[in-house]
C-alpha cells in the first residue's frame, strides 16, 4: 500500500496499524487453523467504534477487501483477507456486568473465556460455545450453540442489544425498538451487515455444575451410539448432550460423551444415571465442577496452529442406518487430534424459538453432525482432507442440505443459501438496505443480488 495512505489511516485511528514486515503483523494476520496463511496489506487494530468507522471509511477510500477479525476461530478462515485491510477488534475487550438487570454489555474483541469469567464474578452466565478461546463475536452473530442452549436457547436468542457499524460507516443502535430489522438479521446473519462493536446479553443464575464426559472404546460405537439417542429423546432442558469419535490424550480411541447438568444438583444426579451406568463406560469423570472448569473442558484438545478442515451438516435424524454408518468412521481418523464424526444434540429452548424471530434457522430438535479434522502437519493434509471427505459423502443420505454456518470449511453460494433456510430471501431484501454493494463479504455471505 501507499506510505501516504497508510499514514493517514495511522492517523486516523486510535490504535495501532500494523503493514507486512512489521513487528506484531505475523502475530495477528495468523488465525488458530493453520491451513489459513493470508497476508492483509494492512491490519487495523482498533480501539472502539470510532476506529472502527475510520476503517470503513478507509477501505472505501483505498478500494480495499475488508476481513473482519474477532477471535478468528473462523475454521474457513473469514477473518483474514489476503491483500486487503484486516480490521482487528481482538483488543476491545471491555464489558460491563450489571448483576440487577443480569445483563451484560460486551465489546466484540472478548473471547468466552473473558466473558464467563467476567459475568462469574456475580454468578451468573449465558449460553456461548464451549471452547474457552472462541470469539463471543463470531460465535454469537452465527448461531452460538453451548452448554446452556437446552435451558435458555442459543447465544443469538439472549441477545438484547447491538452497536453496529453498517457498510456507510455510520453506527447504529439494533435492539427490539430501534432499527429492528437490523437487530433480526445480525441475530444469525453473522457480518453481513456491519461490524458489530458491541453486543448486549441476558444473563442467568449459575452455580456449579455437574458435568464432565463418559468414555466408551471407540469400538462399541454402534452400542453407545443407540444409547445416545435414546438417551437423547428423554433428557430435560437442564441437560445437553454431545458425543463422537475422538482419542484421549493417551491416544485411547473412544467414544465419548459430554454433558452439562445446569439444573438442581439433586435431580442432575438422577437424569445422568443412566448415562453414567450404561456400558459401564472405560471411565466416568463426571463431577460437580465450577461453570468455568466445564467451559474449559475441551480446551486442551484445540490448540492453535494445527490445520483444521470441517464438514458440517444437520442429520434427518439418528435411524439405524444412519447410526450403522457413523459407527463405521467411529476411530478411524487418521489424525489422533480429530474429532470425527461427532454430535452436539439440540434441543430445549433453542427449537422452540420460531424460524423466523431470528436470522438464524436451525430450529428443529436435531443432532448436528461434525466432522472436525484437526492434524499437526501439512505433509499429513491430503490424506486427512480425504478422509474427512470420504466420511461426508458415505454419510451424505441421511444429511439435511441445511447446516450450521459457524462449523463449515467449504463453501459457496449454495451452501450459504442452504445454511439460511427460509430466513435465506429476507436476508437478502435486508442485505439490499444495508449493504448493496457487499462491502462485507468475508463471511457466511448473503448476496444482495440473485
Ligand atoms: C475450536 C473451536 C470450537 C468451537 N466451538 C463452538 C461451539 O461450542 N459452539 C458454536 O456455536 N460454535 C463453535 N465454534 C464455531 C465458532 O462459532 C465460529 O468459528 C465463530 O465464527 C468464531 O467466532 P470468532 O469471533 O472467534 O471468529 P472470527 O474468525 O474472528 O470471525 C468469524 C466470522 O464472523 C465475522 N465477525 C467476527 N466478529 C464480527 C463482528 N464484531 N462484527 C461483524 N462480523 C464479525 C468475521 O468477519 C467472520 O466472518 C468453534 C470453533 C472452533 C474453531
Known sequence: MDVAAMEKLRVAIRGTVLCPGQEGYDAVRTVPNAMIDRHPAVIARCTGAADVIACVRFAHENNLEVAVRAGGHSVAGK????????????????????PVRRTARAETGLVLGEFDRETQAFGLATTLGVVPKTGIAGLTLGGGWGHLHA???LAVDNVIGADVVTADGRLLTANANENAD????????SGNFGIVTSLEYRLYEHGPILG?????????????LKFFRDYSTTIPDELVIQGGSFNLPDGTPVFGIAACWCGDPSEGEK??????????????AITTMSYLQLQGMFEAFFPPGRLTYVKSNFLRGLTDDAMQALSEF????PSPFSFAPF???????????PVTDTAFPHRQHSYNLMLWSNWESPSETEKNVRWTRECWNALR???????????VSDEGDASARAAYGQNYDRLVALKKKYDPSNFFHMNHNVRPTP
Open 182 to 189: 437490523l437487530f433480526w438479521g445480525i441475530r444469525g446473519g
Open 151 to 153: 435451558k435458555h436457547g
Open 397 to 407: 443420505p441421511y444429511l439435511v442440505e441445511g447446516s450450521y454456518g459457524n462449523y
Open 330 to 333: 467411529c476411530g478411524k481418523s
Open 79 to 98: 477473518s483474514v483477507c489476503e491483500a486487503g485491510l484486516m480490521i482487528d477488534l481482538s483488543t476491545m475487550k471491555g464489558i460491563r456486568v450489571d
Open 212 to 224: 464432565g464426559a463418559v468414555f466408551h472404546p471407540a469400538a462399541k460405537a454402534l452400542e453407545v
Open 343 to 353: 454430535l452436539e444434540h439440540w434441543h430445549g429452548a433453542a427449537t422452540r424459538v
Open 271 to 284: 437424569v445422568l444415571k443412566p448415562l453414567r451406568a450404561f456400558g459401564p463406560p472405560i471411565a466416568d
